[in-house]
């Protein structure tokens, strides 16, 4: 995107400021240049030359989490989201190569599957070697970026091998869909992949997961590199093609929903005619559902993981107080800003400790990941799953 279209974007907003309530970061800070509109505002300085790209701009520009709450509640609808990666992508083509080339390669290696089963090594040697333990006793957790590390390093687990599942015996495999995986979901949930082959299988649907897809491209794309995000984003389309992709996490899903004929998990269950003869074990006790930004703001259909949760005997489905605000996870940002992410994650504990939930559902691997180590941290004890996780307990131990 060039400077002009770049300013028609931001042209459009008109600074009323009905957005400011929605922003995590301003009301985090009560700092304009923290606010939607203020960065805004920031972008048309640098873009026009009025502003010089410093420091001091760059912490306002990159702290913005593109949670895109801003978005659902701007009157003269705004794409801020789309603002925001073009403006990142100025900014980083403006980098001395070694360091732009630097950047890309953490992303590359962050989201290429040949990596993750040496992440999920080191997050297990982190924790049977006494590195997690050592680092509580030594007060290390009190530093912010070690503390996200550590919450990751304590979620990493070495990625399963694909294994396909036809439809269940007796159930005639009336459709087929392909899966898509994602790339660190794999090694920081890799339970999710098996429950959503069990639970199509049992709903008479088989599944294929081809081994040439790649990552969905979003955390190239939000962090400077379209280029890189739109050659992943081809592949895709390449593998795929037509077929009807299902997607395990939300943000994978938005990023993939332009190109490819793709469906967030939770809805495409609820799009399937369930066998009459299919009934569900029950399980107690109350389940909290976090509402993913990618899930609540940009594919706006969060009743699914409610309506798909109904359908469990004995649960007390239950939102998570603060919702409409971000968990701080938003994909690589617990990485870049952990302070921030960090104190957001702090709000949904105070809601988890308040509920005290046997379990916390949430549909993007991210958030499960930055909340699952937040709740623990708190000594708090709930589990936090995806939604199809919790399907798969019920409909592996019912009969038909």
């Not at 649960?315 to 940002?333: D, H, S």
Request: glycine share 8%; hydrophobic share 45%.
């Amino acid at each position: 995107m060039d400077d002009q279209e770049l300013l028609r974007l931001a042209d459009q907003c008109v600074k009323c400021g009905l957005c400011l309530p929605h922003c995590p970061t301003f009301r985090l800070r009560r700092d304009e240049a923290d606010s939607p509109r203020g960065r805004i505002a920031l972008i048309q300085g640098l873009v026009t030359g009025q502003l010089p790209d410093n420091p001091r701009l760059a912490a306002h520009l990159d702290g913005c989490l593109e949670c895109r709450a801003c978005e659902v509640a701007c009157p003269s609808l705004v794409q801020f989201g789309t603002l925001m990666d073009a403006a990142r992508a100025a900014r980083v083509a403006r980098l001395p190569a070694p360091l732009r080339r630097w950047r890309k390669l953490r992303l590359d290696l962050l989201s290429a599957p040949r990596w993750l089963p040496l992440l999920a090594l080191l997050g297990m040697g982190y924790r049977r070697l006494g590195g997690a333990v050592l680092a509580r006793i030594t007060g290390l957790l009190r530093r912010p970026r070690l503390a996200v590390l550590h919450g990751l390093a304590l979620r990493l687990r070495v990625p399963r091998p694909p294994t396909e599942r036809s439809a269940a015996a007796g159930v005639a495999a009336a459709r087929s869909v392909a899966l898509f995986r994602g790339c660190v979901a794999q090694a920081l949930e890799p339970d999710v992949m098996a429950a959503a082959r069990l639970v199509l299988a049992r709903l008479g649907v088989s599944t294929m997961t081809p081994e040439e897809q790649v990552c969905c491209g979003a955390m190239h794309r939000h962090n400077g590199f379209p280029d890189a995000a739109d050659a992943l984003l081809a592949q895709n389309r390449a593998v795929f093609g037509d077929t009807a992709v299902v997607g395990i996490a939300s943000a994978c899903v938005a990023e993939l929903r332009p190109a490819l004929n793709a469906t967030e998990l939770c809805r495409a269950l609820l799009e399937i005619p369930w066998p009459a003869t299919l009934a569900l074990r029950p399980l107690q006790g109350v389940v909290a559902v976090h509402e993913p930004c990618s899930h609540r703001n940009q594919l706006r259909d969060t009743v699914a993981v409610y309506e798909l949760l109904a359908r469990i005997p004995g649960l007390e489905v239950v939102p998570l107080p603060g919702n409409e605000t971000c968990c701080g996870a938003a994909g690589t940002y617990l990485l870049d800003q952990p302070q921030t992410a960090l104190a957001l994650a702090a709000d949904k504990v105070v809601a988890l400790a308040g509920l005290r939930p046997r379990w916390l559902v949430t549909t993007n691997t991210g958030c499960a990941a930055h909340l699952g180590a937040a709740a623990e941290a708190a000594g708090l004890g709930v589990e936090v799953v995806h939604p199809v996780v919790l399907l798969a307990r019920a409909i592996s131990g019912a009969g038909d």
